[in-house]
């Protein structure tokens, strides 16, 4: 019971959060200027032709009317027909959402690896020399674009080194039988590499900088003088008594930074001609399909909106004196 | 008595002095320019800017109004009667190599309401003209009809016209064989004859090109995009095919014969067989034509508008009935429409006929045709890939073509640099960096086409001033179009005059484009023929003129 209720009341919330989202996007992509259609404007395309259009897209009713049939069409699961490919929204997503989790999900690893271990080494490094070097580095990576990464990387890395292939997620024309054998491959691996590496190193700041001072803070706890007063060697009072009770919040921090993430997907996957659900959203926005961008949105705000839920709900079970009750 | 009447004559002369004066100042409101966004087209925004530079000169109040694609289309095609002047496109394609649909679609008055007259274009003449020269048949007698029409448009300036731009595309000559790439007139080397021909030397076998823009559909009878239509175009076999010559010539026809204006008979060629194994019948042919008119394609439907009836005679002829002559048919209907297997579209269409989605909803997971190259994949937003049909009657030299899915230009270049491409189809950058990466690379070789396509400066003929042809002549004048290629185009254009480009030699009107004379001092002296006033202080209408807008 005690951890039933706040559940219910977390997913209460989650529902009204979504609700918001889908009415703020509804409106937005209504309220952006010009018209839907412009982009299929042809010589052969006659006026009868456009109407037809407008009427099998539902525009021709009034905003209130598509709203409702919006909304009701989502809870039945349906996202509608995309504008530019004829073709049912969430089919398009779910092709294409695969390929961005990977991205996303890799990259974090790498990112919060590498974060933590070198967040503690910091923390035990405090006030060296190798300390002022390394934190203005860190910040400096939190500094950088992504794009503008991506693109050094690529000239480094790819054209100039030609060490990784530049674009996509597999080399041209080659096939697998399943994703899994795809995602295991050294050629869809050598195409992760850069994008991953992109994002890793613009994302790997906030854990290092996190742990770090989450370490400096626990190092000052009483437990901790106490491992040392029982003369435990000083790895197991980092490790065991240190780094295992500041690796909390930074944990939690991996779920609210998924959320971050997919936003850098949207740049970093149209540089590397990554094909996810990023890119498309640019492609959706850029030709005012609504209900393709809105799909797209929508996705990427449920999972933005699962992964802070799941971030709550870690606390109440990682550290039990936390209640929502 | 008398003296009342002069009193009265007095007055009426006064008014009418005091009313000539006041039209005779009265000044030309800021005018509106359009243009996309600097970061959306770059040379369309420096020529526009170059352009209200000129403009202000001869007295103008300009005021350039940069908008994105969707609004500015919105501003300009569907509220006709609001809008002054705005920078506007025309892209090449195939089916363009027949002028009509350039001269007639954007002049004839019939389009002025909801087609691609947006301008207004109103000119009794000009229709008679253009309408003359679709049912000419014979080519010569055609030919000067369709000079003529550009003479017209020349001395009536409905559009400034600024460029016809050239295209750079570059491919690996280490992969292959450089003699065997086709510049199609017009085209370029981006061509269908150039994947048809293209002849690998070494070991890559396959041809890898790329696009910017997503691939939206490969649907037969859905005009989705260009890049699509690359796909189409090797996938489906059409009764004819525009040469590279830019002549249209039989592709599945084995031979025509015109029995009077209206009749022309097809032979079909001999041994079609779609990629799924089943032949390619007179009655695919004719289910095809009218898969196109009935309904359910309402973008292919104007290219078979005009066949009043299609029926086999025999094994393998078909014979096409036309409500009026037409001289670009083979052109905009036999090399235009795909042919499909009515085994596999037939169902489709019966089923859809039920519903509120048409054709262009339905994408096949295997698009059958009976083209040069097979569908075998496609991975959205990443690849799609295509493989030669070997027993096609002009069986591609390449084994597969592949189209990568490229949005990032720089990404691109490098990546034909690095064989992750080997021919660049579509270059968003500035092309001298493309030259410059050839010449240090070795192996690119790197070549431009003009363009059948047109950048120009469109005029609201429906709103004074620009229903004056000597003040749109002035406008036009006033810019030097050298100055429009060097500094906004990089030099990757030709000046132009008219519609038709020069890439169409037999149609292209090449006096109406040297004897064009432009600079500020012509356009001052035309606006002062005209009788406008404050030229280059403020521009006010002739004497008698005034400034009315239609609400």
Redesign the interface.
């Known amino acids: 019971m005690s951890t039933l209720k706040p559940f219910l009341i977390r997913t209460l919330q989650l529902l009204l959060v979504l609700w918001a989202v889908v009415t703020i996007l509804f409106l937005m992509f209504r309220l952006m ?4 259609l ?2 299929y ?7 009868e ?1 456009q109407e ?1 259009l407008i009427r ?1 897209f539902g525009l021709d009713k009034p905003l209130w009317q598509q709203y409702f049939t919006y909304l009701g069409n989502l809870l039945q699961g349906e996202l509608g ?1 995309s504008f ?4 049912p929204v969430a089919e ?1 997503i779910l ?2 959402l695969p390929n961005t989790l990977i991205l996303t999900f890799s990259s974090l690893i790498v990112a919060y690896t590498f974060g933590i271990l070198a967040g503690a080494w910091l923390a035990w490094k405090r006030n060296s020399r190798f300390e002022a070097a390394a934190l203005p580095a860190v910040l400096a990576t939190r500094a950088m674009p992504e794009f503008w990464l991506g ?1 050094v990387l ?2 480094i890395f ?2 100039s080194l ?1 060490w990784f ?9 080659t ?1 697998y039988d399943s994703l899994w054998q795809l995602y295991t491959s050294a050629n869809f691996l050598s195409h992760l590499f850069l994008p991953m590496m992109t994002l890793a190193i613009y994302s790997q700041g906030l854990p290092l900088l996190l742990m770090r001072s989450n370490m400096l803070d626990v190092m000052k706890e009483d437990f901790v003088t106490m491992a040392k007063i029982k003369g435990l060697s000083p790895s197991a009072v980092v490790i065991r008594h240190g780094a295992r009770n500041a690796l909390l919040p930074v944990m939690t921090s991996f779920a609210i930074a998924v959320g971050y993430q997919l936003q850098g997907n949207v740049v970093v996957e ?4 990554w ?2 659900l990023g ?2 959203l640019v ?1 959706a926005v850029a ?2 399909d609504y209900p393709l961008a809105q799909g797209a949105f929508l996705m990427i705000a449920i999972v933005v909106i699962t992964m802070n839920l799941i971030a709550d709900l870690l606390y109440t079970f990682l550290d039990p004196r936390i209640s929502h009750a | 008595m008398k003296t009342l009447v002069k009193a009265a004559a007095g007055i009426a002369v006064g008014a009418s002095l005091w009313a000539a004066t006041a039209s005779a100042q009265d000044q030309i409101r800021t005018i509106e320019l359009l243009t996309r966004p600097q970061a959306a087209q770059p040379a369309e925004f420096q020529a526009i800017q170059l352009i209200a530079q000129e403009w202000r000169k001869l007295g103008l109040d300009v005021n350039v109004n940069v ?8 501003a300009v ?2 509220n006709r009667d609001d809008w002054d002047v705005t920078a506007w496109q025309m892209t090449g394609r195939p089916e363009r190599s027949d002028p009509d ?1 350039i001269i007639f ?1 954007l002049f004839h008055s019939s389009t002025a309401e ?3 007259n947006f301008i207004g274009y109103e000119n009794p003449e000009y229709d008679a003209l253009v309408e003359e020269q679709r049912v000419t048949v014979d080519p010569e007698a055609r030919q000067k009809l369709v000079l003529r029409a550009q003479e017209i448009l020349d001395a009536d300036q409905p559009n400034m016209m600024l460029v016809h731009p050239q295209q750079a595309f570059a491919f690996d000559k280490t992969v292959f064989d450089p003699a065997t790439v086709v510049d199609q007139s017009g085209i370029g080397i981006r061509s269908y004859w150039t994947w048809l021909e293209l002849t690998p030397t070494g070991d890559q076998k ?1 041809i ?1 090109v790329n696009s910017s823009d ?1 691939v ?2 490969v649907n037969p009878l ?2 989705s995009g260009v890049t699509d239509n690359w796909l189409t175009e090797l996938i489906y076999d059409r009764l004819f095919r525009v040469g590279p010559d830019g002549l249209p010539q039989p592709w599945a026809a084995e031979s025509y014969e015109w029995r009077d204006d209206t009749t022309i008979a097809i032979t079909l060629r001999d041994g079609l067989t779609f990629h799924d194994g089943k032949p390619v019948t007179a009655e695919d042919v004719v289910f095809s034509y009218a898969a196109t008119t009935g309904g359910e394609a ?2 292919y ?3 078979g508008s005009n066949v009043a009836s299609v029926d086999v005679e025999g094994d393998n002829t078909i014979v096409f009935s036309l409500n009026t002559p037409s001289a670009s048919f083979l052109t905009s209907s036999l090399a235009k429409i795909n042919l499909i297997p009515k085994h596999v579209w037939e169902p489709v269409l019966a089923d859809l006929s039920t519903k ?2 048409n054709a ?2 339905y ?1 096949e997971d295997t698009p059958i045709g009976s083209g040069a190259y097979k569908f075998v ?1 496609w ?5 799609i ?1 295509l493989e030669a049909n070997a027993d096609h009657f002009n069986a591609p030299k390449a084994e ?1 073509f ?1 189209l ?5 230009a ?2 691109a270049l ?2 034909l ?2 064989g ?2 080997n021919f660049l189809t579509d270059f968003q950058g500035d092309p001298q960096v493309l030259l410059d990466a050839a010449e240090q690379d070795g192996d690119l070789e790197v070549v431009s086409t003009v363009d059948i396509g047109f950048r120009y400066v469109a005029f609201n003929l429906r709103r004074p001033p620009f229903n004056d042809p000597a003040f749109r002549r002035a406008l036009s004048a006033a810019v030097d179009r050298r100055l429009i290629v060097n500094a906004a185009f990089k030099k990757f254009a030709v000046p132009s005059n008219s519609v038709v480009s020069p890439a169409l030699e037999y149609w292209h009107a090449s006096d109406v484009v040297s004897g064009f004379e432009a600079g500020s001092d012509v356009a001052k002296a035309i606006l002062e023929e005209a009788g406008y006033g404050g030229i280059g202080d403020r521009l006010t209408y002739p004497d008698g003129v005034t400034e009315t807008l239609a609400d």
């Not at chain 1, 530019?84 to 073709?87: A, N, S």
């Not at chain 1, 149209?270 to 001609?273: K, P």
């Not at chain 2, 908008?67 to 919105?74: K, L, N, V």
């Open positions: 200027p010009g018209n839907p412009a982009a404007i042809d010589p052969t395309f006659t006026a032709q037809a099998q027909d530019r490919y004829r073709t398009r092709l294409l693109m690529l000239a790819s054209f030609g292939p530049a674009g996509g997620t597999r080399s041209a024309g096939s149209s540089v590397f001609s094909p996810g890119r498309e492609n030709a005012s | 908008m994105p694609w969707s609004q500015m289309a919105d095609w569907y649909e679609n909801n087609g691609y396959d890898i997503n939206i559909a859905y005009i309402p973008m439907a104007p290219f509120d989605e262009e909803s994408q994949r991975l959205p937003n990443e690849e890939v597969r592949i990568r899915l490229v949005p990032n720089e990404a490098g990546m640099r690095s992750e491409l």
